[in-house]
């Protein structure tokens, strides 16, 4: 671990797209629920498969549905019947 982070945005850039796979795992992290957050006391949780997720961008907002592979090198998640 490093005891200084760059606050460069090109190397925080580089650091972001360049990330291995067990630091893109956090860095694919998604918000909770406002009932889940109150029960687990935590505001965010990296994705897995069988998650159930809802879908906030693109074209495909506001349905849910269930994580049925996270592609951490292509940084995409695929979610069932979407």
């Not at 796979?21 to 965010?44: E, F, G, Q």
């Not at 159930?52 to 998640?77: L, P």
Request: charged share 35%.
């Amino acid at each position: 671990q490093k005891a200084t982070v760059s606050s460069s945005r090109r190397k925080s850039r580089k650091a972001y797209f360049t990330a291995p796979s067990h630091i893109r795992r956090k860095l694919m992290s998604a918000p909770l629920s406002k009932d889940l957050r109150t029960k687990y006391n935590v505001r965010s949780l990296p994705i897995r498969r069988d998650d159930e997720v809802m879908i906030c961008r693109g074209h495909y907002h506001d349905r849910e549905g269930k994580v049925t592979q996270v592609y951490r090198k292509k940084w995409s998640i695929h979610v069932e019947r979407v």
